[in-house]
């Protein structure tokens, strides 16, 4: 499992978990669209906002390896803000690679993108 280096562990000052510190020996947990309500809780939505951005300072609009990324923070923007960069695909994979739908994440973060960066 690649471990993205420089890449914020946790959202500070919460328990939102962005990366994980060692691999599951029964092997990836498998990524899968959640659906964000609008009635969720605002520490939630901030927290999507901060992974978000930090994917985005991390790596951009180039495709980059899910590895030690928190397959739960993932699942939030899975499907929408982040796409698979490959078919096939395998959901279960920690070598799966991924990649920032920039327009629709610009849609869904605004702030992250105000600099006009995307």
Avoid: C
């Avoid at 659906?35 to 991390?58: G, I, S, T, V």
């Avoid at 951009?60 to 590895?67: D, K, L, N, Q, V």
């Amino acid at each position: 499992m690649l471990k993205h280096r420089g890449f914020p562990g946790r959202l500070p000052g919460t328990d939102f978990q962005f990366t994980l510190r060692r691999a599951n020996p029964k092997g990836a947990t498998e990524l899968t669209r959640r659906e964000r309500r609008p009635d969720r809780r605002a520490p939630d939505k901030r927290a999507d906002e901060a992974f978000m951005k930090a994917l985005w300072e991390h790596f951009g609009e180039e495709p980059f390896e899910r590895g030690n990324l928190d397959v739960g923070r993932l699942s939030w923007l899975f499907g929408r803000e982040v796409l698979p960069a490959t078919d096939p695909f395998d959901p279960s994979d920690y070598e799966a690679m991924l990649v920032i739908d920039a327009r629709t994440a610009r849609l869904s973060f605004p702030d992250v993108f105000e600099d006009g960066s995307a």
